[in-house]
């Protein structure tokens, strides 16, 4: 066996694997104890005993830039699967299992008693590279002979065709390659790129074969032994020699990169342990899903499927952690302006000033099978990307960024009047030019989203109500963000433009007959006529009157749209409701966590509390408290679980970020942070609170603690310190 492998040495074979659609012809659902490790664009899903079976399914993998790099990984001991005692995850990037085995017969000599060996599983992911490391001890009287085993398979599907894409071409499978200790897998694609799996493995096996390796090891009582496996993925035809760091070193770098994010952010905690634990986990999801872009880190969508830069939800995520820590926001609004369209294209959706919808590297994309590199199919990423650089002034003062953004923000703004109004209505609309492009372009953007209710699909273009409120959002804050930075005449006219948008808006969308707002308008100016959870953003983008806020949040609050987890998003008295589908009566945590923040902001402090309260009733119910992508709308009652999702996203980075807006509505935190000054309006705290401790809050250039508490009817505030700048505190209780 050669040290190295040179890609003239290999040997093609026809594709070994069957595609996910037609090996899972039922939809797999992802298990909600899997396992998952995240170091941004890579992770790792695998079963809580730490393997990836059974192999090539969608729920699990070892994924690196839109690849699976791993689809099957499978340990046994004396040809028998172990038994899992317990598992659990470090943060993001490190699991430990605890295994053992059955009875078993050992090389035709003696039976060894079940539970007499103990296996501990580590597995850590620091930067693209995996480590799976074993140890055993012998809690036998006797030494024993011990075979360990381990199957590799290498698929390199595109996330993609994991997810059930079909694709009827592929490119070239090369036969795995024995080289020292070493095992690879090897695949060229139909975009010319020569992708790798490195499977190194320490020590060297005493037997191999083509996808597997295993160690006869002699134990004897009380005795130790350990194995380690380390998995690169390489993409080009670069040779890769030795892993980065050792096992040791990797997880001391981890804990340390953890700890530099967790010292830079706020402080959160309060006398509920499990609550702190929640928190805990979402901090954690927000250092695992951030990708570095050119200097500046933005964060990934989620995990499995959206592992890579969405506009929207990248907008949305750091604009709700904006008061965990608003370095996120000011990354991502500059990565967000490196990518915003420049030119007309219709297989991309692209348009000039456009904000991106989705940036994909994998195969089918490079081959241009696939529009998404990046994709900009989404009508209300770039007004939200307005309201987030002019929310991140609030808390930031930074004048230095928004100077340096403006050129994206007047782009963005002429492409909401220039291309966003497709029909120039007043109304911003999207109608997909890309053939393979989403059918569906604002946040509900499951092809059923927008279905009447004779279960006809409405016509396109379609103009949703939500993405108006945000349009009216970004202009009116343009407008005064304008008037700062010297710019009158355009901060004069945006101000107009966002006034009479909110009239025509009133005019166009409401219900009399329902009292209540429509979710869009279709392609023949037909109101979408029906109850769903669309309008409550109008709420955060302080669109409407206080008149039909109230009203609003009135009919949000009825049990056919509050299902006791939190709001759907379709009412169950819609003829289409389906409490299990995607976007027609699921609950989404990021959808609440905006309508709650919008009800806060318009001073309806009690629903909002009701939302946090359900939400984290319903976190209790998932590992780690981690709230997911969405789960079923099935109505709550006394002693019931939340309904899990069959493929939701877990971590998904809106939803991990719906916990800080929702302590920033129900605490009333408004900064402002030109003026110095950090108003807190009205706060209150859940009943299930007694206090919240707040440290390190960065508003501008200074640092503030906060003390909340909690007496009876009433909270308090106390300002604890503030470090840096002089900052003015000021606590008011309107009624």
């Known amino acids: 066996m050669s040290a190295s492998v040179s890609p003239t040495q290999l040997v093609a074979i026809p594709s070994p694997y069957v595609e996910p659609r037609l090996a899972f012809q039922s939809q797999v659902s992802r298990k909600v104890d899997n396992l998952t490790l995240i170091d941004g664009k890579t992770f790792l899903s695998t079963t809580v005993a730490g393997d990836i079976v059974p192999a090539g399914a969608p729920d699990v993998g070892f994924f690196h830039d839109d690849t699976r790099f791993l689809s099957h990984l499978e340990f046994r001991i004396n040809n028998q699967p172990s038994i899992v ?258 030119q007309d294209d219709p297989w991309r959706d692209e348009e000039p000033g456009k904000i991106l919808h989705e940036f994909r590297q994998g195969e089918m994309t490079r081959c241009k099978e696939l529009p998404f590199g990046p994709y900009y199919g989404s009508l209300d990423s770039t007004p939200l990307f307005l309201i987030l650089l002019s929310e991140t002034y609030n808390w930031t003062a930074d004048s230095g960024l928004v100077k340096k953004l403006l050129p994206a923000a007047y782009a963005a703004l002429d492409w909401m009047d220039r291309f966003g109004d497709l029909d120039k209505d007043g109304f911003v609309e999207y109608s997909r030019r890309s053939p393979k492009g989403l059918t569906n372009q604002a946040w509900k953007d499951s092809w059923d989203a927008y279905m009447r209710a004779d279960h006809e699909l409405s016509p396109v273009p379609i103009a949703p109500v939500e993405v108006q409120g945000y349009v009216y959002d970004a202009k009116y804050r343009m ?169 939701s996203c877990s971590p998904q980075a809106w939803a991990s970020g719906a916990w800080f807006l929702l302590l920033t509505s129900v605490l009333g935190l408004r900064p402002s942070a030109p003026r110095k000054e950090l108003n807190i309006v009205n706060p209150e705290l859940p009943e299930w609170l007694d206090y919240l401790r707040i440290r390190n809050l960065r508003i501008g250039n200074s640092r503030v603690g906060l003390d909340f508490t909690r007496h009876r009817e009433r909270t308090f505030c106390n300002v604890v310190d503030v470090e840096g700048e002089k900052l003015l505190v000021n606590v008011s209780f309107k009624k």
């Open 85 to 342: 005692l317990s598992s659990n995850t470090e943060k993001t990037f490190v699991s430990q299992i605890e295994l053992t085995t059955e009875q078993m017969k050992v090389r035709d000599s003696f039976e060894v008693a079940e539970k007499t060996i103990h296996i501990r599983r580590q597995q850590l992911l620091n930067g693209n590279v995996l480590f799976d490391r074993f140890s055993l001890v012998n809690y036998n009287h006797q030494e024993l002979n011990l075979s360990l085993a381990l199957s590799f398979e290498a698929d390199f599907l595109d996330v993609f065709q994991v997810r059930g894409t079909a694709r009827t071409i592929h490119g070239q499978y090369y036969r795995p390659v024995w080289h020292g200790h070493c095992l690879s897998f090897f695949y060229r694609g139909l975009d010319g790129v020569l992708r790798r799996t490195r499977i190194e493995l320490r020590p060297s096996p005493s037997q191999v074969d083509e996808k597997s390796a295993a160690w006869n090891i002699q134990l004897p009582p009380m005795k130790h032994a350990e194995i380690e496996v380390i998995v690169t993925p390489i993409i080009g035809e670069q040779e890769h020699t030795s892993s980065a760091c050792e096992f040791g070193t990797c997880l001391r770098e981890r804990r340390h990169r953890f700890a530099k994010w967790e010292h830079s952010s706020t402080q959160f905690s309060t006398n509920h342990s499990i609550f702190d634990a929640a928190l805990g986990s979402a901090i954690s999801d927000f250092h695992a899903l951030q990708i570095s872009d050119d200097g500046q880190r933005i964060l990934g969508a989620g995990i499995p499927w959206f592992a890579t830069v969405f506009g929207r939800d990248a907008i949305i995520a750091a604009y709700q952690a904006l008061a965990l820590n608003p370095q996120l926001a000011i990354d991502t609004l500059q990565v967000l302006a490196r990518h915003q369209g420049k």
């Open 479 to 647: 407008a005064s963000l304008l008037q700062n930075f010297g710019d009158m005449t355009r901060a004069d006219r945006l101000k107009k433009e966002a006034v009479e948008l909110a009239r025509r808006l009133d005019k166009a969308y409401w219900m009399p007959d329902r009292n209540f707002f429509a979710m869009a308008l279709d392609g023949e100016k037909k109101q979408l006529k029906c109850i769903a959870s669309n309008p409550g953003h109008l709420l955060f983008s302080r669109a409407v009157s206080r008149e039909k806020a109230r009203a609003v949040v009135t009919r949000l609050m009825r049990e056919d749209m509050f299902s006791g987890w939190g709001w759907r998003t379709l009412s169950l008295e819609e003829p289409t409701f389906n409490p299990l589908s995607y976007h027609r009566g699921s609950v989404w945590p990021h959808d609440n966590s905006l309508i709650a923040h919008g009800m806060a902001l318009n001073e309806f402090r009690k629903p909002a509390i009701q939302v946090l309260t359900a939400l984290f009733q319903a976190a209790l119910n998932f590992r780690n408290y981690r709230l997911p992508e969405l789960f079923c709308g099935v109505q709550r009652r006394e002693h019931d679980q939340p309904v899990h999702y069959p493929v």
